[in-house]
């Protein structure tokens, strides 16, 4: 069983930045895919982000591409999002979440272990 706490969320102006964290528990961090997905009010969870084990790999959603860097700190347990130029449409709920299986995906079904979130808001 993996423990995924976040952390780093806040409110932030448009054009601002915040970084969030993402720490987990147990020795198997550096084996799983990690990735970052977020659900706005009344939608659905989207994805983010993705990063492979070694941190090789990184995958961006289209609205996110250029904004927003995903990495990992295998040493500390820790997978970090990086949010600059942040956008109202930004605004959301910001989950972390931690897959067994080597390939990296998109979907949220491949993904195992989900943290509980933290609020980002960005205001206009």
């Known amino acids: 069983q993996v423990q995924l706490v976040e952390s780093g969320g806040g409110l932030v102006q448009a054009g601002g930045s915040l970084r969030l964290s993402c720490t987990a528990s147990?020795?198997?961090?550096?084996?799983?895919?990690m990735g970052w997905f977020r659900q706005a009010p009344g939608k659905e969870r989207e994805f983010v982000a993705a990063?492979?084990?070694?941190?090789?790999?990184?995958y961006y959603a289209d609205s996110v591409k250029g904004r927003f860097t995903i990495s990992r700190d295998n040493a500390k347990n820790t997978v970090y999002l990086q949010m600059n130029r942040l956008k109202p449409e930004d605004t959301a709920v910001y989950y972390c979440?931690?897959?067994?299986?080597?390939?990296?995906?998109?979907?949220?079904?491949?993904?195992?272990?989900w943290g509980q979130g933290t609020q980002v808001t960005v205001s206009s």
């Open positions: 990063i492979s084990w070694s941190g090789g790999s990184t």
């Open positions: 147990g020795r198997t961090f550096s084996t799983y895919v």
């Open positions: 979440a931690a897959d067994r299986g080597g390939v990296v995906s998109t979907r949220r079904v491949e993904y195992d272990y």
